[in-house]
């Protein structure tokens, strides 16, 4: 029943931004913090970022200083921004509940960075 709902992804150049949506049903939103991870293909599920109930946030290395994770509660809506992209960054962007992950994974959202 509790599920999330990826988009915003698509294809980017080099230095890009993209904005990220995550769309939560199924709990009481505002209650609980948030991740976001991603999966490069062929690797496993990496952490990006984190966002508490209380909006306090914590980054993976790879992405602290360009990466802005937020969150609107009346919308039960989970915000990436990905600004300066590199092509490492390539990934399946997926969201959950922290800690014990609630949700089955969904399908995720793909972000492409190429030039």
């Known amino acids: 029943q509790v599920q999330f709902v990826e988009s915003g992804g698509g294809l980017v150049q080099p230095g890009g931004s993209l904005r990220l949506s995550c769309a939560a049903s199924?709990?009481?939103?505002?209650?609980?913090?948030i991740n976001w991870y991603r999966q490069a293909p062929g690797n496993q599920r990496e952490f990006v970022a984190t966002?508490?109930?209380?909006?306090?946030?914590s980054y993976a290395d790879s992405v602290k200083g360009r990466f802005t994770i937020s969150r609107d509660n009346a919308r039960n809506t989970v915000y990436l921004q990905m600004n300066s992209l590199k092509s490492e960054d390539t990934a399946v962007y997926y969201c959950?509940?922290?800690?014990?992950?609630?949700?089955?994974w969904g399908q995720g959202t793909l972000v492409t960075v190429s030039s």
């Open positions: 959950n509940t922290a800690g014990r992950n609630l949700a089955v």
């Open positions: 199924g709990i009481r939103f505002s209650i609980y913090a």
């Open positions: 966002i508490s109930s209380g909006g306090g946030t």
